[in-house]
């Protein structure tokens, strides 16, 4: 059988049409290109950050955050290869009194929360609930809803909801387990440090650090206990001298 010219110019001519309308799906992005993306976007908000705090300087202390958070980033595929840098910021302003992280990846601690951790793996827990809050893209989520995002106060785009930040309570505790540290210390971190992470002021706030406490307690119960978990290594215990003598 065969088709008239004119039939198979028509049907070529349909068949390239529907090749051309058809939208490929692009392939997702590695961990990597989207902490790129995710980068890009938050500069303006980083920047400002910066702009807005003041920082104290102690090379050997941020050296040794930044240790304790590769060593907590080393065995996840998304965190190990990225950049990290740790700042420690005054936080003499109530608004500052919290912790803060950026895709790039950036962490500032407030001076107090350095001053006032008895153990290092509370200081493990933080670094890592705010790695995992990076990796789960929480802020980077809120800044693709938000065209005027919030630094500080009761509209700071930082008041992640509960269900993401229990979500991080989860990875945060799988990545200070897998690094060495005792996981109880991120429950540790709501129990005695809830006011750098909520308004402790507020009439929910005691039922929130609650539900926090119970989601770290929960997470770390999918662990068996670890034999040498570290609590105070002497590179902490040197931390916590230099930034004693220093105040």
Do not use: W
Request: aromatic share 8%; proline share 6%.
């Amino acid at each position: 059988m065969f088709l008239n010219p004119k039939t198979l110019i028509a049907t070529f001519s349909l068949l390239a049409l529907c090749a051309c309308g058809t939208v490929p799906t692009p392939p997702p992005l590695s961990p990597h290109e989207q902490m790129s993306v995710d980068t890009a976007q938050a500069k303006g908000l980083l920047v400002e950050f910066e702009k807005q705090v003041q920082f104290v300087h102690s090379p050997n202390v941020e050296k040794y955050l930044i240790a304790v958070a590769r060593q907590v980033s080393r065995e996840d595929d998304s965190l190990k290869n990225e950049k990290i840098v740790v700042r420690i910021h005054q936080d003499s302003r109530p608004e500052l009194k919290r912790l803060f992280s950026f895709p790039g990846v950036v962490i500032s601690i407030p001076a107090s929360f350095l001053h006032d951790i008895a153990f290092e793996n509370e200081l493990a827990a933080v670094i890592a609930l705010e790695l995992a809050q990076v990796e789960r893209r929480e802020l980077a989520r809120e800044m693709e809803k938000n065209d005027h995002p919030i630094l500080f106060g009761d509209l700071s785009i930082f008041h992640f909801a509960q269900k993401s930040r229990a979500e991080s309570i989860e990875l945060g505790t799988k990545l200070m387990y897998a690094a060495g540290y005792d996981p109880r210390g991120m429950a540790a971190i709501f129990q005695k440090y809830g006011s750098y992470y909520i308004d402790t002021e507020t009439p929910t706030s005691s039922k929130e650090l609650s539900f926090y406490v119970r989601e770290a307690q929960r997470a770390k119960n999918d662990f068996m206990p670890s034999l040498q978990p570290i609590v105070r290594s002497n590179d902490f215990l040197r931390m916590k001298k230099e930034l004693k003598s220093s105040s």
